[in-house]
């Protein structure tokens, strides 16, 4: 898929990232597949997915669903996890992604090869990036090591950049102020519709929602929180 494209497809509108982690009762692929399926009923333009559940969630929901998937593979929970190194990038693009998501900040990866070795390897294999970044620095390198979609999704999540409970709309303003042909997604703790809103005010291509639709054990708590339960953190 050309990068104009997918651009189009993703123009305005909600992406859906459909993950579980290791423990949650929803950690099979046939299960992430049927959630995809859901979401596309709902309105998702595409679907984000892998993560721990890796190729075999890609290839599921690549299969099940019409619209195209944004797909990673993580590998641990601290450094660079996400699609971290070049072969993980091409399983993931051999699976059916038509946009492999990796880590796009400047830390160092672990097969040693810098961000623009695995945006090259799948530009030449007839795929897409998406750069996870954290900062504002990171995705102008990432724009410039030819990214085509920086997505805010690692804000929150290194050392480096800041804690909070919601989403960073000030990163998605930053973005798409010093990058302004560049398509910005963004992503990371968006909880509700108005914050979705504001993040397409704020110059935002789309917007990746994931917790929020995806984990109804995250959802049943927000609930049960007027009980006096504490919310517990995403598992995915
Ligand atoms: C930091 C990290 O590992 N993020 C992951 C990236 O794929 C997922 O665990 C998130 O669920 C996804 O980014 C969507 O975000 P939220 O679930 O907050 O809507």
Redesign the pocket.
């Known amino acids: 898929m050309k990068i104009n494209q997918f651009a189009e497809v993703i123009r305005g509108g909600l992406i859906v990232?459909c993950?579980a982690g290791p423990d949650h009762p929803l950690r099979d692929s046939p299960t992430i597949a049927r959630m995809a399926r859901a979401v596309v009923r709902g309105g998702a333009t595409a679907v984000?997915c892998g993560?721990v559940g890796g190729i075999a969630d890609v290839r599921a929901v690549a299969d099940a669903v019409p619209v195209p998937v944004i797909g990673?593979t993580?590998q641990g929970t601290t450094g660079v996890f996400?699609t971290p190194t070049v072969d993980d990038a091409l399983r993931v693009l051999a699976a059916g992604a038509a946009v492999v998501?990796t880590d796009g900040t400047t830390r160092p990866r672990p097969d040693g090869a810098p961000l623009s070795r695995t945006i090259d390897v799948v530009h030449t294999a007839g795929g897409l990036v998406m750069a996870?970044v954290s900062t504002l620095a990171e995705g102008v390198a990432a724009a410039e090591a030819g990214a085509d979609l920086i997505a805010t999704?690692?804000s929150g999540?290194t050392p480096h950049s800041p804690a909070s409970a919601g989403p960073d709309l000030a990163l998605v303003a930053a973005l798409t102020a010093a990058l302004p042909s560049a398509l910005i997604v963004a992503?990371?703790?968006?909880h509700h519709p108005e914050q979705v809103r504001a993040a397409l005010d704020a110059g935002a291509t789309a917007v990746?929602?994931?917790?929020?639709i995806t984990d109804p054990a995250w959802i049943t708590s927000t609930f049960a929180v007027s009980r006096g339960r504490a919310v517990p953190p995403?598992a995915?």
């Open positions: 990232s993950q984000r993560g990673l993580k996400i998501a996870d999704t690692l999540y992503e990371g703790r968006y990746v929602v994931g917790t929020a995403s995915s």
